[in-house]
Structures are given as C-alpha cells and as structure tokens.
C-alpha cells in the first residue's frame, strides 16, 4: 500500500457525459501528479499540483482540468468523454516538486470505461 | 523534449535465470533521474531501481541492478534470479532533476514473462 487512495476503482460512463476522479496523497506530500495509461498512448503525464497550484502540464487535454483543495487532495475532471478517455487514470504523490529527488508514490488507479 | 524508448515489447525468462531489459533515452539535460518501474496484473506501479545521473556507479537493489551508460544515454536493467513474481510489465522512467516540474516521462514498456 503506497499511502495514496484513489476514488472509485471503477467507472463507466457514456460518451458526452462528465466524471470527477479523485486522488488524496500520501500524509505530508504536497506534490500530486496526474497521468494517463491508455493501450495506444502508453503512460502519459497530464498535469501536476504543488500545494494548491498548478507546476506542470503534460499532454493534458482542454476537455480535462485538475485542482487541488486545500487540504491536499486533488480531483480530476473529464468532460465531454469520448470513446478514447477509456484509460486507466493514476495519481501520484510526492513530498516536494523539482530540485531534489522526491519519490512519486502511486495509487491504485482509476479504470474509466467510455461506451 | 525527453523521450524514452524500450525496444523490446515482450521478453520472456526462465525462472531462475538472468534478464536484461534494454531502455535508451534522450535529453540535453545533465542533471536526471532514471527510474525502472512494475506493473504486475494488479496494475500498481512499483519502483523497482533508481539512478541518480551524476552516479557513476551503478544502482542495485537485491535482485535487480541497472548498467548506466551516460555516454551512450542506455540504462538497462538487469533481473537475476528470475522468479514468477516478477512477471509483469516493465517501464524505464526520466525524471528532469531541475526547473520546477517533477513528471516522469515512461518509455512504452516491456513486457516481461517468467516461465517455470
């Protein structure tokens, strides 16, 4: 268990429709990060958060956009859902940003299905 | 921009024995980490190694140790002792080690199946 929990294991959803994963990192990271594995696109990074704000942008679509609450936890928002959304999604945790190393922690995942 | 390429979508071993999955990687950057990283069927990434570029020496962790070549921008890992367990997908990583962003940047992985 990596200390970052991942909500809900499981989705499926139609095209067109709009869904919220959501990530809480481990106690004390303030660093969470986004991606996608998808079969055709492999393990993409889409956007990451340092304590509240935006640090980094990946290959991160406009239907998609991301936050992090105050109290460290981050959810990410899929709109206007297509077919090739279906992917699995992680977030990840780390203590700090750049600069130093600072391991990424994963979470379990969230398997989003589009039909 | 970094990238990362693995060569090898599937390798299989026999258990017991020795494999080496192979990992180039681009970038103008002189200060970076390389990671290794498995996914087995349950699908949670595990860190299996880690390499700071301004070592020299190579990283190991029991089992698993890597053959850093900076020159030639190759990091490969290498699993002794192969063991059921370790079948799995297999992902080499790029980790910027300055600027203000943390992301991994994943190679498309190796698929790794060890046989009884």
């Known amino acids: 268990d990596s200390g970052v929990t991942q909500t809900p294991k499981h989705l499926i959803t139609a095209t067109g429709q709009r869904v919220t994963l959501r990530c809480s990192p481990r106690?004390?990271?303030?660093?969470v990060y986004w991606y996608q594995q998808s079969l055709d696109q492999g393990l993409q990074f889409l956007i990451q958060y340092y304590n509240g704000e935006e640090r980094a942008k990946g290959n991160i679509l406009e239907r998609f956009s991301a936050q992090q609450f105050p109290d460290l936890h981050s959810e990410l928002n899929l709109s206007s859902l297509e077919l090739g959304d279906s992917a699995l999604y992680f977030c990840?945790?780390?203590?700090?940003?750049?600069?130093?190393?600072?391991?990424?922690?994963f979470g379990p995942g969230t398997r989003l299905t589009v039909l | 921009a970094q990238t990362v390429t693995q060569s090898q979508p599937e390798m299989s071993v026999q258990e017991a024995e020795t494999v080496t999955l192979s990992c180039t990687y681009d970038?103008?950057?002189?200060?970076?980490?390389l990671f290794w990283y498995k996914q087995p069927p349950s699908r949670q990434m595990i860190l299996v190694i880690r390499?700071?570029?301004?070592?020299?020496q190579n990283a190991t962790e029991n089992r698993f140790s890597v053959n850093f070549q900076k020159a030639a921008k190759s990091f490969s890992l290498k699993i002794s002792d192969s063991q059921l367990g370790d079948t799995a997908m297999y992902f080499c990583a790029f980790m910027n080690g300055g600027g203000s962003q943390g992301n991994l940047i994943f190679g498309k992985g190796t698929k790794l199946s060890v046989k009884p």
């Open positions: 106690s004390g990271d303030l660093s």
């Open positions: 390499q700071e570029a301004y070592k020299q």
């Open positions: 970038t103008s950057e002189s200060n970076y980490y």
């Open positions: 990840a945790s780390s203590v700090g940003t750049s600069g130093v190393y600072n391991e990424q922690f």
